[in-house]
């Protein structure tokens, strides 16, 4: 990833880390338990990037995503995604997950269905569980069936995707368990 830079940012629920290059955003971190940790894991993942001061059209899009962890219903669907490659399956999950407003929610199935079949269903949460740029492509919206909560990749796991959740006003279908 030449050319590429990384930025780290506050929010509500942490310390961020966003990667951009010359065409749009390339990934979206959510915290690690510590900022070294979040820098750590993009460069794990994207390589030794130079940490930037961001520029204007990535500014607006950490300003959008700090918004919506605020509680504000900001939807991001004007921050330009780079996912060059990304699957095309994977590209065309994102992009039905974008259209999903802040506050409400679709299922695993609800998406597959839209793709082709609802046995698509796990695929559908492969590529969620593979998403580059969360908060942007809020896969924290795509629920299980039932309107359970499903997996969640990112650190803090299920809790955190409540926590976003709760954040943005959406009901979810939740009674912890022993093993959240």
């Known amino acids: ?17 966003i990667v951009w290059g010359e065409r749009g955003i390339n990934a979206v971190q959510l915290p690690m338990s510590s900022e070294d940790k979040t820098r750590a894991r993009i460069r794990q993942r994207y390589g030794d990037l130079a940490e930037a001061a961001p520029p204007s059209g990535v ?85 299980a069936a039932g309107g359970k909560p499903g997996g969640f990749s990112a650190n803090g796991g299920v809790a955190t995707k409540l926590k976003m959740l709760e954040i943005e006003g959406a009901y979810v279908n939740h009674t912890p368990t022993l093993f959240d």
Do not use: W
């Open 1 to 17: 990833m030449t050319d590429h830079r990384f930025a780290i940012f506050d929010t509500t629920i942490g310390r961020c880390g």
């Open 59 to 143: 500014q607006s899009a950490i300003d959008g995503i700090v918004e919506l962890l605020a509680g504000k219903p900001n939807d991001l669907t004007g921050v330009v995604l780079d996912l060059d490659g990304v699957p095309e399956f994977n590209r065309g999950v994102y992009d039905i997950a974008r259209t999903i407003p802040p506050g409400k929610t679709m299922t695993y199935g609800d998406i597959a269905k839209r793709l082709g079949g609802v046995e698509l269903s796990r695929d559908v949460g492969q590529a969620l569980g593979r998403n580059p740029c969360p908060v942007v492509v809020p896969c924290h919206r795509v629920l």
